[in-house]
């Protein structure tokens, strides 16, 4: 039987449609860890999630077994339909149909960790589209 292993590390971003502050405080929480179930339900494991009112990132494991493109879809569009489904007064709620995917070295994994885990500090100095 043929054994295959696969490390593809991946930093996922992407905002709320128009850059609208959507993810609020009191849901913000809730829809990350429901975002790392979707990943988990892929196949895939996150690693974190965390982001700011109007964006998130993602340092997902990527499953050996879907494409980017297509778990970028299933994440956003589920995640989407659960808040609405959960939070239904939040009619408006959306993300951007673009996203940011990029590989990640293990050797920068913890960097980044630290980043994606710092997002409210970081973003004190730098503004989400500055960055």
Partial sequence: MA???VNLLTHMIFGTKRRKPYIAEEIR????????????ELGGKP???NGMIDHVHLLVGMPAT???????????TNSS??????????????????YGLFSVS?????????????????????S???E
């Fill in 3 to 5: 054994h295959s292993f």
């Fill in 29 to 40: 929480s809730d829809l990350f860890a429901y975002m790392g179930g979707i990943i988990r």
């Fill in 47 to 49: 690693i974190i999630v």
């Fill in 66 to 76: 879907r494409t980017p493109a297509d778990v970028l879809r299933v994440l956003k």
């Fill in 81 to 98: 339909r659960w808040v609405h489904e959960r939070w239904p007064h939040r009619t408006e709620f959306a993300w951007q149909s673009g």
């Fill in 106 to 126: 293990e050797s920068n994994r913890q960097k980044l960790f630290q980043y994606i885990q710092t997002q409210e500090e970081h973003h004190k100095t730098v």
């Fill in 128 to 130: 989400f589209e500055e």
